[in-house]
């Protein structure tokens, strides 16, 4: 009944505010799920766990930068091995790097082990064990994966259908409807970031049966189109090799057809043939890239709002008084909506510069030339 809003030929604030009013009056609202007080316990231990991940993520891309600062090169496996890897690194750093490196690593063993304890603190909810157990048959999905699934979806007979189900994991396209106008999105609906690793997890390595830290996955660069696959790769701590387009073209040869399968085979034979030279990407590559799309997307408005304006001064000299005021009226409004949205770019590479002091003092030795 609730849907009967959405197609209304009268959509307003106060319309639907009646409307619900008329449905609660008849006990037609359905009733919204409330996850009992164990699971809610259990759901804020796996987001915290999510979220001291993400903090060491951070850290680790800040103590990259600052490596690479002074030609110190950090793989991806060093990180499993704090103290091995404060023994290799501080030796090779500077005074003043030397005692950031040292705070940094403390740090992040200090994340290491409020992570473990928080893992702990999961496996001692034994109330989900039963269910727990028979997730863990599902191939692809470890203990972080079947505790994650448990707190974010909650008692699953609370879905009536398959369908609702897959919509609440937002495996499904989305829609949006008002007013009546109905739109259709091509991509899924708003994701819930917990359970989107965790499907992550499940679609690459479970039909494989594999470990996520035994695989290694090269990617082409291909811009936005793989920077959030790179960015969550790297945030789970997978082996990540980022190999060069241009590389992986020459060593094609005379190949017929071009496809994303045959662009797939091409890949893997190239990072078969070439596996004695991966060079694993870093945590700062995240920061870097970031950087990289937003200026890029800058310059696409910046060039867009010239032709605008170019257009807007023909426009003035035109002829024609009826059809040229509409039209700059209308070209006028999107100048104004570029400008706004370059200056929302550059509060949020500013925000990026400041979060990032490594990145950031390099942006100003860079600036002085």
Request: charged share 25%; aromatic share 6%.
């Amino acid at each position: 009944m609730v849907k009967a809003i959405s197609y209304g030929e009268v959509k307003t604030d106060k319309v639907d505010a009646r409307t619900l009013a008329e449905l609660l009056r008849v006990d037609l609202i359905p009733q919204a799920h409330q996850a009992s007080p164990k699971r809610r316990e259990l759901r804020e231990l796996t987001r915290g766990r999510l979220r001291m991940i993400q903090w060491r993520s951070k850290l680790q891309s800040t103590l990259w930068g600052l490596a690479a600062k002074y030609n110190v090169q950090i793989n991806g496996t060093q990180w499993r091995y704090p103290s091995k890897l404060q023994q290799w690194l501080l030796p090779q750093l500077p005074a003043a790097a030397n005692l950031q490196a040292q705070i940094m690593l403390g740090q992040i063993r200090q994340l290491q082990s409020d992570i473990h304890r928080l893992e702990e603190e999961i496996e001692q909810q034994s109330t989900f064990n039963e269910a727990a157990e028979r997730l863990m048959a599902v191939p692809g999905l470890g203990k972080v994966g079947v505790w994650t699934i448990l707190a974010e979806i909650g008692d699953i007979t609370r879905f009536r259908s398959a369908k609702q189900f897959v919509s609440y994991c937002r495996l499904v396209p989305g829609a949006k409807d008002s007013g009546g106008s109905h739109r259709h999105k091509s991509g899924n609906k708003t994701p819930n970031k917990s359970l989107a690793i965790t499907r992550v997890i499940t679609s690459w390595v479970g039909n494989y049966e594999l470990e996520l830290t035994s695989c290694l996955f090269c990617l082409e660069p291909t811009g936005p189109y793989s920077h959030q696959l790179k960015q969550t790769l790297l945030s789970l701590e997978a082996n990540v090799w980022e190999a060069s387009s241009l590389s992986i073209h020459l060593s094609k040869g005379l190949v017929r057809g071009k496809s994303d399968p045959l662009d797939a085979r091409q890949i893997v034979l190239y990072t078969l043939r070439y596996r004695d030279q991966v060079r694993l990407l870093g945590p700062g590559n995240i920061h870097i890239d970031h950087l990289s799309h937003l200026l890029r997307l800058r310059q696409l408005l910046v060039e867009d709002r010239s032709k605008y304006r170019q257009r807007l001064g023909e426009l003035s000299r035109s002829w024609d008084r009826e059809v040229a005021p509409l039209l700059a009226k209308n070209h006028s409004l999107v100048i104004t909506q570029m400008e706004t949205q370059i200056k929302e770019i550059e509060q949020r590479i500013d925000q990026l510069l400041t979060e990032d002091k490594d990145l950031r003092v390099q942006f100003e030795h860079t600036a002085k030339y």
